[in-house]
């Protein structure tokens, strides 16, 4: 595929999909983190090269409550490009064809989180609102983030139906990254909140013998330890809430196929009015599953001091609360220990890194994306991908010069 370096970009008006979605502090608002810090660097680059650059980004999803407005992240990505990023708050078409039409060379306009236009989830991309509006004055498309590309949202496939487009350093970094991890012998660390997609790969990687070993932690472990007949305590709403016991039965599935290789906790930490408390995962009576117990951190850490290939996606608990980033913490060193080949995923996991002080070059790479990066694992092509591989046939021969 195709690369921005290959462009003259002086001048030219460059629409740039990034992913600066990031997890929210206490009060609500985003904190610098290393999607923010790496897609940062790459737009500062497009505007040092005289580009026009028009960032467009997501946060959060429709109805959750860390989907906010993109004016803070403004403020953050002026910090880390040392530049002036001017935010426009409007969806009104005229008004952003007016921001767009008074850039000089070397300028950055962010735009409204895409997520809030009603379109930018619909059938047809390519004919969506935000597509239309700026299709017209865009010479140069870049799509740079492997972590949006799963998604056949409009400003992630739109409008690369309808103009020359390029990959960006970040995603050309992530995807020769991954491609590095090769096949087969791997420890498979999943945690986090997103347990139906991790379900799924795990299954499909067991199955196929990509992965050796899973161990689990974060709300999955909750999943199975509840589908090997464990009483999860006030967990059990959770799992309700979130849609997890219609997947009980494959749970229940993969641990009858496949046990031996299922690591699940023996212990756990229960958030008991605010505080925890450690408790065997088979004598779970009340408070909620918040991280793996000391016992367990013990199990896993020797488990993967011993591991040759090891990826991580997803933290083991509620890192976030005090006390309970406890088990968070020990897998992240375990691994960075490790003399293993260590590829980390998920958004949350890596502000763990951050947040927890665990030493970052001790990992093999840092990806910034979650469910796409096991997507993009488990072989399927991503929409995102795809689509930068037809533009290429499109528009192969035209030159953004
Ligand atoms: C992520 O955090 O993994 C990406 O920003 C994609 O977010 P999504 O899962 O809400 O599409």
Redesign the pocket.
Known sequence: MRSFLEFELKGKRVVKRV?I?SPLDAQGNPVINPRIRRHGESIRKLSDAGAKVIVLG?QG?KGEEDFISLLKHAKLLEQVTGKQVEFISSMDADKIRAAVGRMQNGDILLLENVRMWEDEEGAKPWESEIVKILTPTTDLFILDAL??SH?EHASVVGFMKHVPSAMGPVLRDEISALNSIGEGELSLVLGGGKAKDSIKIMGKWLKEEKAKEVLLGGALSVLFLHAAGHNVGDSYEYLKAEGLLEFEKQAREILETYGNKVLLPVDVGLNIEGKRVEARANAVEKGSIFDIGENTMDAYAERLLGARKILVNGPMGVYEKKGFELGTKRILEAIAESNAYSLVGG?HTITAIEELGVPQHKFSYISL????LIEYLSGKELPGIKALKENLKVHGALKVA
């Open positions: 992913d979605n997501h999803r972590s949006v998604r958004g994306s979650g469910k796409a």
